[in-house]
Every structure is written in structure tokens, then in C-alpha cells.
């Protein structure tokens, strides 16, 4: 990616990116530009998760449709909190590697406060998904 000055990706704006919107991909955009494949992907299942969410809370959680959507919601959530997790924790050289040696690669206490955020809201929505699936599966699995 060929950067100037002025469109040089900065780590804590990625980082709260990946924070805040990334399960919708709008970090990979903001670092790889619109012809990024993987960002148009990730509002796909996002969505499709967040579908499945409103059908076992309008339905009811005997839903089996909505119990098999709702961890692809998790899984994007997760993988969006990682990725704000590994941007806010590179170092400067890798930054300035990665994405140009105008790239703001430095880490103030923005950075470091998001990546808290995404390593606490990271771990619990990885749990949770973990334990909804187990969950559902056993109780399928008694069910049988």
C-alpha cells in the first residue's frame, strides 16, 4: 500500500477500528483499502450471527437454526478483537514495515487502552461462544 503523509495508517485508529467496528471489516479498509476481499467477507457472517441472535431472542432458545448462527457471530467478534489485540501490540518498526515509513506506528495510552478492551471483550465473547456451543451440543446430544 503506497501511503502519503496524509492517508498513513496510524496503530491507535486501526486498533480502535478493529475495537469498535472490525467484526463489519472496516479496519482491513482502513489499512488495505476498499479492494480488500477479506473485508467485504467479514459483514457476512457478522450478520448472518447477529440473525441467528434475533431469532433466539424472538423465537425462543429452542431455535436450532438460531443456536447454529449465533457462534459465527461469536467467531467474527473474536477474530475482530484479536486483530486489535495484534495491531495495538506491534511494534514500530513492524508498523512502519508493514504499511510505510510515514505510518503512525507509535503507542500512547489510547493503544494500550484498547488493546485491554479487545483482550477483555476478546476473552469473554471467545468463552461464551465456547460455552453456548457445548452447551447446545450436549443438549442435542441428550436429546437424541
Do not use: C, N
Not at 441467528?52 to 437454526?65: A, M, S, V
Not at 467474527?76 to 513492524?94: F, N, Q
Amino acid at each position: 500500500m503506497s501511503t502519503t503523509v496524509d492517508d498513513a495508517p496510524s496503530k491507535t485508529t486501526a486498533t480502535w477500528l478493529a475495537l469498535l467496528l472490525g467484526s463489519l471489516g472496516v479496519h482491513r479498509f482502513y489499512l488495505f483499502g476498499t479492494g480488500d476481499r477479506v473485508g467485504w467477507f467479514l459483514p457476512l457472517p457478522t450478520l448472518v450471527g447477529a440473525w441467528g441472535f434475533w431469532r433466539l431472542r424472538t423465537i425462543g432458545t429452542d431455535d436450532r437454526l438460531g443456536s447454529l448462527l449465533v457462534p459465527l457471530l461469536g467467531v467474527t467478534l473474536t477474530l475482530a478483537m484479536l486483530a486489535a489485540i495484534v495491531y495495538g501490540l506491534a511494534s514500530e518498526a513492524r508498523w512502519h514495515t508493514r504499511f510505510g515509513a510515514d505510518a503512525d506506528g507509535r503507542s500512547g495510552w489510547a493503544t494500550v487502552l484498547g488493546v485491554v478492551l479487545a483482550l477483555a471483550i476478546g476473552a469473554t465473547v471467545l468463552m461464551a461462544t465456547i460455552a453456548f456451543v457445548a452447551q447446545r451440543y450436549f443438549e442435542w446430544s441428550a436429546a437424541a
